[in-house]
């Protein structure tokens, strides 16, 4: 493993998101432990991410018939495609994300629309589909007001685990940033505490990276 990609979806700086701020711990301390290892990091609100709509559909069905795209419906899934590539060239995901209502923002859902690919990252078989990714693992850095550890209501971390899982990346390791709007008078001590997670599970990580 020496490639890694860091996907952000927070609108916000680093400054203002505590998800970010646990992952750039993350991301700075793999780098210092293992000089090896790649990191290409893309904040999704500052790239083009393209949903499935209409022109996506439209442009599916004429990969089946050989039909010519539209100058429209080539771009949509040019965009989508140059996400697929970019993810499958990783070993190592790290997402950090906020929770918004339950879920992580939209964009982040356009992400995965991008990289769960029949042919691509899973195939179809008799038996069902099968995850075509090797050898490669995820965390998520997760950012709450409340506490959502263990309940039915990450809804987020619960969908990003089963979509890894569903193109062959079952190693997932969650690293939550939250309680900050349950308990503001402790969001010091929250942080603080999620990145010396972070950093412990950066470390972990670069020592088993083999170059």
Known sequence: MTKVLYVS?????????????????????????????????????????????????????????????????AKKVGTMSSMLETFMEADLYVFATPMWNFFFPARMKMFLDSVLMAGKTFRYTEQ??????????????????????GTDLNFADAYLRQALAFVGVSEVTTVAVEGMNQYPDKIEEIVADAKAKAEALAKEVAGAVTV
């Open 9 to 73: 979806a927070n609108p916000k700086p680093a400054e203002l998101s505590y998800s970010k701020q646990v992952a750039e711990t993350f991301v700075s301390t793999l780098k210092a432990e293992n000089e090896s290892i790649e990191v290409e990091a893309i904040e999704l609100y500052d790239v083009d991410v393209q949903e499935i709509d209409g022109d996506v559909l439209s442009a599916w069905g004429k990969f089946a018939s050989g039909e010519a795209l539209t100058d429209v419906e």
């Open 128 to 149: 069902g589909p099968v995850g075509l990714l090797e050898n490669k693992q995820a965390i998520h850095i997760q950012g709450t007001g409340g506490i959502y550890t």
